[in-house]
């Protein structure tokens, strides 16, 4: 509220749906992309600094990115439900044997870049109809 000559305005703007869920998306947008920005940039520095001290470039797949999460959050040995399920089958695959050798040779870092590549679009593209919702009304 702010007072204007005696009386009092509301200041509050009032906000539509798609206006929160553009708000919503800007904010996800910029949490995935810078993230995995991060966490791109931390896994090359990891690769490059083991490649000048030892002299051998160590290769972090897909499959060991996915096996790390899944092991720190979601998932232990002996669970049951399908997040184990995916844990067994990053460690030995018994159908999609495809799949696994293309998550077992994509890097890591590529997908994270990727992941930022698109989190900041879709920060970009929500921020973008904000700035015109803005200007025409």
């Not at 399920?85 to 997908?111: C, F, Q, T, Y």
Request: positive net charge; proline residues 1%.
């Amino acid at each position: 509220m702010s007072d204007c000559g005696g009386a009092a305005v509301s200041t509050h703007i009032a906000v539509s749906g798609r206006g929160m869920v553009l708000q919503f998306g800007r904010a996800l947008g910029a949490i995935v992309g810078y993230g995995c920005l991060a966490a791109f940039l931390c896994l090359i520095s990891l690769q490059l600094y083991r490649w000048l001290r030892q002299g051998e470039w160590v290769h972090f797949g897909l499959i060991e990115g996915m096996r790390a999460a899944l092991s720190r959050c979601c998932a232990t040995d002996g669970d049951t439900g399908r997040l184990a399920a995916l844990l067994r089958w990053l460690d030995a695959p018994v159908n999609w044997m495809g799949l696994h050798k293309v998550l077992e040779v994509v890097p890591a870092s590529l997908a994270l870049f990727a992941v930022s590549i698109l989190g900041n679009s879709i920060f970009i593209y929500c921020r973008d109809r904000i700035d015109e919702r803005k200007l025409s009304g």
